[in-house]
């Protein structure tokens, strides 16, 4: 079935450095690809999201990059902050039911001060 | 904007209880969904709405679980009996349309069974 592999599980960078999380899927009909940041005892939260007519999208700090030959997007957060310590995951929408979201399995992000 | 409220926000109850969780989504969307979060599975999708309507309940563990969507601004979630496996954060979310579009999560209710 479709899987969505996610990298790092956890990640460690020292303030005001950059983070990268990789994501690759497996569903080559794939065309929405969305990243949620989840804190402590709430739900996740879009962040933002690229579609696969897309190469790269930027919003402030994050940006997402989408390879679809190799099957795989990424995260970049820039200028890291303390309050971007949260646990990431990444989805990829599959090609037969556009509406449902295949989520990898999140990597817990951590900014030291 | 209000985002998608759920109730309750934890739950604790005994093995073989009925469980009902509940979800108001955002106004004006049309697709619903409910997810299961655990440390094992991650996130899973358990059943997908649209216009009120079950779309796909393929996610749905058992018949012990079900769903309903009496109109566009309220879901529940049912589980009946309820077992210490079905511990887990259930979360509902909800898009403008099904396909390819942003889903907005809820907090999520915490789910202790005993």
């Known amino acids: 079935g479709e899987n969505v592999e996610q990298h790092p599980s956890t990640l460690s960078v020292q303030e005001g450095d950059s983070a990268v999380i990789k994501c690759t899927y497996s569903d080559s009909a794939s065309n929405y690809f969305p990243w949620y940041k989840q804190e402590l005892g709430k739900g996740p939260q879009l962040i933002i999201d690229i579609r696969s007519n897309v190469g790269e999208k930027k919003d402030q700090r994050i940006a997402v990059t989408l390879n679809k030959t190799a099957k795989h997007f990424s995260l970049h957060i820039t200028e890291t902050q303390p309050e971007d310590s949260a646990v990431y995951f990444c989805a990829a929408s599959t090609g037969d039911s556009s509406y449902k979201l295949i989520f990898g399995s999140g990597t817990r992000l951590l900014v030291r001060p | 904007d209000a985002g998608v409220i759920q109730s309750p926000r934890h739950e604790v109850t005994e093995m073989g209880q009925e469980v009902t969780l509940r979800c108001k989504p955002i106004?004006?969307?049309?697709?619903l969904f409910w997810y299961r979060q655990t440390m094992m599975r991650g996130l899973e999708l358990l059943i997908y709405f649209n216009n009120n309507v079950p779309i796909d309940d393929s996610g749905m563990p058992e018949d012990r679980f079900s769903a309903k969507m009496p109109n566009a601004s309220f879901s529940t979630l049912k589980i009946q009996p309820s077992e210490p496996r079905d511990s887990a954060v259930y979360f509902c979310a909800s898009s403008f349309r099904g396909g390819n579009q942003p889903q907005h999560f809820g907090d999520g209710t915490r789910l202790s069974i005993l």
């Open positions: 106004s004006g969307h049309n697709s």
